[in-house]
Each structure stands twice: as structure tokens, then as C-alpha cells.
């Protein structure tokens, strides 16, 4: 998946420039991005979008 791929990419560079406070913020975008993409068409999303 590309989400995979996205996150691999992110520890690599965290890795060759030894920025690892990046890891945490890329794992929370992803996970905020994955919750949006699903919510999308469920019954659940107005409750989502009232919390952003």
C-alpha cells in the first residue's frame, strides 16, 4: 500500500539525517489521514469532522 511506502520513505530520511522526532509526526498524519479517507462515505464521519 502506498501508506506503507509513504512511511518507509519518511524512516528513511529520519534515518540518513538522524532527525527521529519526525517518526512520531509522520505516524500521526497517517493515521489522521487514513481516518479521514474511511470515514468518508460511513455514518460516522459527521462525528469525525467535529472534532477537526
Known amino acids: 500500500m502506498k501508506f ?3 512511511f518507509k520513505q519518511i524512516w528513511a530520511y ?3 539525517r538522524k532527525k527521529y ?3 512520531p509526526f509522520a505516524i ?3 493515521a ?3 481516518i479521514l ?3 468518508q462515505g460511513s455514518i460516522v464521519a459527521p462525528f469525525i469532522y ?3
Open 4 to 6: 506503507f511506502l509513504i
Open 14 to 16: 529520519a534515518k540518513v
Open 21 to 23: 522526532w519526525l517518526v
Open 28 to 30: 500521526i498524519l497517517v
Open 32 to 34: 489522521i489521514a487514513v
Open 37 to 39: 479517507i474511511t470515514a
Open 50 to 52: 467535529t472534532l477537526f
